[in-house]
């Protein structure tokens, strides 16, 4: 659950919800029940190459994006994978991060 702060003071309390939707290989962010983002990735052995990141343009500017990674790379290190940066935002994201430096495949 988060809290959106408006410029008038009003608060909104928002539920989000991830999902790894692995029929169409992503992970996914849903934020009131919409889907608000997700990053995809393909599979080669044990490595998730993470390639494309989006967020709903009505979304935008709220971190989603950030979330739906670190949470798609928390889930790869539970499940025992490493990762490949495709992604323009996810090799940022790693680069910016060292305590996800070590998912990275040689």
Known sequence: MTWRSFPDGRTVTMTEKFDHNSAQSRFEIHVDGTLAGHA??????????FNHTVTDPAFRGQGIAGKVVGHALDQTRADGLK??????????????????QDLLAG
């Open 40 to 49: 995809d990735y393909t599979l080669s052995g044990d490595v998730r190459d």
């Open 83 to 100: 990762i490949r940066a495709s992604c323009s935002y996810v090799e940022k994201f790693v680069g910016d991060r060292p305590e996800y």
